[in-house]
Each structure stands twice: as structure tokens, then as C-alpha cells.
Nanobody
Framework: QVQLVESGGGLVQTGGSLRLSCAAS????????MRWYRQAPGKQRELVAT???????NYADSVKGRFTISRDNAKNTVYLQMNSLKPEDTAVYYC??????WGQGTQVTVSS
């Protein structure tokens, strides 16, 4: 069965960095685009970044220049490097594969 397991969240001060990982199994990872979403308390889930099968990337305007999505097909893992973090980046971050599966989420908290 499809599994997406996120890790790497935590508490960080404003301006700090975190790297999220999402380990995938149960489908052909290299054949699928991968996405990171986030959901802050009281807000809708929003798309943060996408990496295509060919390695092309897209970002939400709010994270451009600060976040980098990447993938390692040998490890079936997608990453989200987050730099220059701001309190408004505080959210649960979810990994998603567009065949319809979500990870369980990992909490990121940025203190001011």
C-alpha cells in the first residue's frame, strides 16, 4: 500500500532552517510528481512546492527564494529545505502524491 512518512519538523527561531523529508513507498516514485502542502491553524491547506518527474520545481509566492524542493529517486524521498523561516511559516507540513495520497504531516513551529 502507498505510504508517505514525513520527518524533520520541529521548533526553530525566526531566521532559522529546517529540512523536511518524505519517504515514499508502495508506488513507482520516479513516475510521479511530488508536492508539499501546509496547513496553519484556522486556515485552508495550501500548496507550498512541487517537483516534477523531470526535476522541475514550482513554489508558492510566499516561499520563493527561501524554500527548495528536491527529490532523490534512488531513495524514494522528497525533501523540502526551508531557510529564513518566519513565524507565518508555522504549520503542519504534508507530503502529497497526486495519485491521491497524503502523509501524516509534520509540525513546523517558528518562534518570533
Amino acid at each position: 500500500q502507498v505510504q508517505l512518512v514525513e520527518s524533520g519538523g520541529g521548533l526553530v527561531q525566526t531566521g532559522g532552517s529546517l529540512r523536511l523529508s518524505c519517504a515514499a513507498s508502495g508506488f513507482i516514485f520516479s513516475d510521479n510528481n511530488m508536492r508539499w502542502y501546509r496547513q496553519a491553524p484556522g486556515k485552508q491547506r495550501e500548496l507550498v512546492a512541487t517537483v516534477t518527474t523531470g526535476g522541475s520545481t514550482n513554489y508558492a509566492d510566499s516561499v520563493k527564494g527561501r524554500f527548495t524542493i528536491s527529490r532523490d529517486n534512488a531513495k524514494n524521498t522528497v525533501y523540502l529545505q526551508m531557510n529564513s523561516l518566519k513565524p507565518e511559516d508555522t504549520a503542519v507540513y504534508y507530503c502529497y502524491v497526486p495519485i491521491g495520497y497524503w502523509g501524516q504531516g509534520t509540525q513546523v513551529t517558528v518562534s518570533s
